[in-house]
Nanobody, 116 residues
Framework: QVQLVESGGGLVQAGGSLRLSCAASGKIFGTDAMGWYRQAPGKQREMVAYIRSDSTPKYADSVKGRFTISRDNTKNTVYLQMNSLKPEDTAVYYC??????????WGQGTQVTVSS
């Protein structure tokens, strides 16, 4: 089993920055893909950023140039650096791990609120 715990959310003004962390434990491997998703009230959960085992990142168009995903396999941790935050980035952010396209686990989520 894999467990994921997010941290780093909070309240920030528009234009500010936050860094989210997702610590993985259990049967997680450096070859597993990790991702960040978010869900705003009344909306579907959407992919924000995704990083493969070779550290190749992929971003949603809405966050390109502002967010950076990275991973530290020695710590089994994935990060999401969020800069130039906008009110529309307000959501609960979830960490996800998957192996060959199969979801291993979701984290419990961390709230990010961006005030205008």
């Amino acid at each position: 089993q894999v467990q994921l715990v997010e941290s780093g959310g909070g309240l920030v003004q528009a234009g500010g920055s936050l860094r989210l962390s997702c610590a993985a434990s259990g049967k997680i491997f450096g070859t597993d893909a990790m991702g960040w998703y978010r869900q705003a009230p009344g909306k579907q959960r959407e992919m924000v950023a995704y990083i493969r085992s070779d550290s190749t990142p992929k971003y949603a168009d809405s966050v390109k140039g502002r967010f950076t995903i990275s991973r530290d396999n020695t710590k089994n941790t994935v990060y999401l650096q969020m800069n130039s935050l906008k009110p529309e980035d307000t959501a609960v952010y979830y960490c996800n791990a998957n192996r060959h396209g199969v979801v291993l686990a979701w984290g419990q989520g961390t709230q990010v609120t961006v005030s205008s």
